[in-house]
């Protein structure tokens, strides 16, 4: 890189992680021996979706060579307490099944040996006595009267039930002309991350630390969840994440009961445990987005004014709600009504429990499921209005002049031109030559179809925001603790020879985060790039951070890019202080550039930051008392926005929202009912960019993700509750070969209440590439009169569909 003082912030500098990583030099958990004389484990698993566990024999398993111990649920529920989760009614929720197996796959016992292949032989000579019980999977099914109950001591399978209503619900339906209703059904499945899951555990019983690495992105919440729930001080439980994660997607959220798992292996035994995933209990049981029901209703205007709408949305939790859920229930809260001016709502919200693994956090969580009902419901209205798609929403569109927007569930959107993203997508498109297109492939018989959504794109999760599942009452309760914040900490260091170094606590999983944050850094310090030392290696016990710590809900380029900057901003306010009275100058006339402090009224005047560094560490009583020894700084960033819900359940459930319009075009195969994507153009508004490259990569692999669920992926199973997709052959990825070339555009608001005016851009089109296929699918298929209300849209689906006209996906 040239040392010309030129600023690095929205260029797009090529990723600094690129040459280790594809050299096979990344530092990923399984390539980690951070102790000697690991053993290693393996999980048996239940084969049963519902079985009560009678008894374990483990005998045989402890004889053969080379076996250390075996952990099961009896000593689990002796060593530790079940998991705390927000909710009124928590079920008692193990890393193990103490007395009954809830799902297939969910972990029964653990091996421990000097390698895993013996501690595999091992689970064979295991023996579990279990009663098999009857299974329900189906979450409409599991709350019907007689079904079969999953925690004999919720006397139900509801996990949670709120009913959140927000404006005048019964007003807006009365003035109505028309109503418009739909029920739609959206699939489980997560995000196959190239690497699985993998945990390494010691316990020290001389100091009482727990120390796990593994490859967890946060939140870090769930830090203190697993302390509690293996009863050590929390800061007796020590958490390091290895600097390089292959992939996470939310999804490593959840490997949290596993943390605790080994621990307890460890604990119990004795030694250093390390556990690494395979590609088929990931499958099977690690976790994944929530399969949901959704029944809408929407009062409408005949020129097409949405004026409410009125929803019922029930997610499948599976056998167990689990920290972070309810969270895909409750995380669209703030901006449940999207980009649109729809005055009111009700919502029926429920959590469910079925024979199904558990669920939590998956890219984009909550909004795929979200917007493929909201944006297929417009679309209904469009058809039954007779007006175009792209009118409807026109006619909705929060208007530019009308930011800050506060929704009413309580989302304050901070910046947007919503309709001008809309224009520049069907312009880029070129829509209405598409429709001509159309127009000509139905001549010939063709299944052509066209397709748009508009999202808001949430980031910065408000961790205030999943106490809505708590009724009113309970959290006005005097000794009820409030949940709110988003914030993040980093800290910057710079040696005595002028270097910098700055550690995060983003945990990344190769979304480039090293090279943003050296471009952050060297644009507020005068330095290039690669003068940077960026820290991703994390650890509980060394750094300073929060709950809210951590790489989810596309948190970085908002509160972490701000945190970043509000540190080299601090430090630079010394590094100032020092130069000025090396220089005998006004600090406030100094700049930084090319590693000097520059006088801006003599440039002659000038001293690197190479002296300023090493005055500061090598001769400190020089300096003035109140400017101090060393460089260094500390700073959190905090949103002031992001506080809790109030005593009508608004919440400002995200601290940024950026925007996206999709259009796209389908053909479909008759024959096979495959459907081909022949144009894909996706418009965003992620404020101000700070590396195009990167922001646009996250754009292509959110919206692969979002094609997936649409497309090919499912966690299926049949109404016994046995697992139907336990490797890729079963369970279908879109892979190079699916890949589609998208066209991307992008509309600039810079966000007000960011220190950089960026959004997150890290889950985009995840959410809205389900919503924009069913669309298409669905315009394709209007001359035959198909009801498009499920993904996903598999060959067999679509080939029934053009088949049994009338008949519903």
């Known amino acids: 890189m040239s040392n010309t003082g030129e600023k690095w912030v929205g260029k797009s500098v090529r990723r600094f992680e690129d040459l280790r990583l594809i050299t096979g030099r990344g530092a990923f958990i399984n390539d980690l021996t951070p102790v000697a004389n690991m053993h290693h484990a393996a ?112 006397g139900d399978n509801v996990a949670v039930h709120r009913n959140l209503v927000y404006g005048d619900v019964a007003a807006a339906f009365a003035a109505a002309d028309l109503t418009v209703k739909a029920r739609f059904s959206f699939p489980k499945y997560g995000s196959t991350p190239m690497e699985t899951y993998g945990v390494i555990a010691q316990w020290d019983p001389h100091a009482g630390m727990m120390t796990v690495w593994s490859n967890f992105h946060g939140p870090f919440i769930l830090h ?66 929530t399969d949901r029901i959704s029944y809408i209703e929407a009062a409408v205007k005949r020129d097409g004014t949405i004026l409410g709408l009125k929803t019922k949305i029930i997610d499948n939790v599976g056998g167990y709600i689990r920290a972070p859920e309810p969270a895909d229930l409750f995380r669209t809260t703030g901006n449940y009504l999207g980009a649109y001016t729809i005055g009111a709502v009700d919502i029926d919200a429920w959590a469910v429990h079925t024979n199904k693994s558990p669920t939590g956090p998956n890219r984009g969580y909550g909004c795929q499921q979200l917007y493929f009902t909201l944006e297929r419901t ?11 798609p792209s009118e409807v929403r026109f006619k909705n569109l929060i208007r530019p002049e009308q930011f800050p927007y506060l929704t009413p569930t309580g989302g304050l959107y901070d910046s947007g031109d919503y309709p001008e993203a809309l224009r520049k997508a069907l312009a880029m498109a070129k829509y209405e030559e598409l429709r001509r297109e159309q127009e000509k492939a139905r001549a010939a018989g063709k299944l052509f179809g066209i397709g748009m959504v508009t999202a808001v794109d949430p980031s910065v999760s408000n961790m205030g925001y999943v106490t809505v599942a708590i009724e009113k009452a309970i959290r006005q309760s005097p000794s009820y603790l409030p949940k709110s914040g988003a914030l993040e900490t980093a800290t910057l260091t710079m ?56 790489s989810y809900s596309s948190r970085f380029a908002s509160v972490g890019a701000s945190a970043i900057a509000g540190v080299a901003r601090q430090a630079k306010e010394k590094i100032m202080k020092i130069a000025g009275f090396l220089l005998k100058v006004d600090p406030e006339r100094l700049e930084l550039r090319n ?79 495959k459907v081909k994507i022949v144009k894909y153009v996706s418009v965003h508004d992620v404020g101000n960019i700070l590396n195009p490259m990167i922001v646009e990569g996250q754009v292509v692999g959110s919206a692969m993700h979002g094609i997936g669920g649409a497309l090919y992926e499912e966690m299926a199973y049949d109404d016994d509750g046995q697992y139907l997709a336990g490797t890729f052959a079963d369970y279908l990825c879109p892979t190079a070969m699916e890949a589609v070339k998208m066209e991307i555009g992008h509309v600039i608001s810079p966000s007000p209440v960011t220190a950089l005016g960026s959004k997150g851009a890290g889950e985009s089109c995840s959410m809205t590439a389900p919503a924009v296929i069913g669309n298409a699918v669905a315009d394709a298929l209007k001359p035959l009169g198909a009801l498009v209300d499920q993904l996903p849209l598999t060959p067999d689906r679509v080939w029934r569909l053009i088949n049994r006209k009338g008949a519903s996906a």
């Not at 799902?103 to 421990?112: D, K, L, M, Q, T």
């Not at 929390?234 to 600097?243: S, Y």
């Not at 417009?378 to 175009?388: H, N, P, Q, R, S």
């Open 378 to 388: 417009v679309d209904l209205i469009a058809e039954k209005l007779g007006m175009d």
């Open 43 to 154: 999980v048996l698993r239940s084969p049963h979706a519902h079985a009560r566990i009678k008894g374990i024999d483990c005998r045989e398993a402890l004889k053969l060579p080379g076996v250390f111990g075996v952990l099961t649920g009896d000593d689990v529920k002796k060593m530790a307490k079940p998991f705390q989760v927000g909710v009124s009614r928590p079920p008692k929720y193990y890393p193990l099944a103490v007395d009954k197996a809830r799902y297939f796959g969910e972990p029964v016992a653990v091996v421990v040996a000097v390698d895993r292949y013996v501690a595999e032989d091992a689970l064979d000579l295991i023996k579990v006595d279990y009663e098999p019980l009857p299974a329900v999977v189906d979450v409409e099914k599991a709350l019907e009267p007689g079904a079969p109950i999953l925690h004999d001591e919720l």
């Open 495 to 550: 040696d005595p020879l002028g270097r910098v170094s700055i550690s995060t606590n983003h945990c990344p999983q190769g979304q480039g985060h090293e090279t943003v944050v050296a471009q952050i850094v060297a644009d507020e310090l005068g330095i290039r790039p690669d003068e940077v030392n960026v820290i991703t290696e994390f650890d509980t016990a060394t750094r300073v951070w929060s709950i809210a710590s951590g």
């Open 224 to 289: 203190p969840l697993v302390a509690t729930m293996l009863q050590i001080p929390e800061n007796k439980l020590r958490f390091i994440v290895p600097g390089d994660i292959g992939g996470g997607f939310g999804i490593k959220t959840s490997i949290y009961p596993y943390i605790a798992l080994i621990a307890l292996a460890a604990k119990k035994l004795g030694c250093a445990v390390k556990w690494i995933e395979d590609r088929q209990e990931h499958l099977s049981a690690g976790s994944s987005g």
């Open 595 to 673: 590693g000097m402090a520059v006088c801006l009224d003599d440039p002659s005047k000038t001293v690197s930051l190479k002296r300023v560094a090493g005055t500061a560490h090598w001769n400190p009583l020089s300096l003035p008392e109140d400017i101090g020894p060393g460089i260094s700084a500390t700073y959190t960033f905090s949103f002031p926005t992001a506080k809790m819900p109030d005593e009508e359940d608004h919440i400002n459930s995200s601290q940024t929202y950026g925007f996206i319009a999709d259009v796209m075009a389908v053909e479909i195969d008759p024959e096979t009912g």
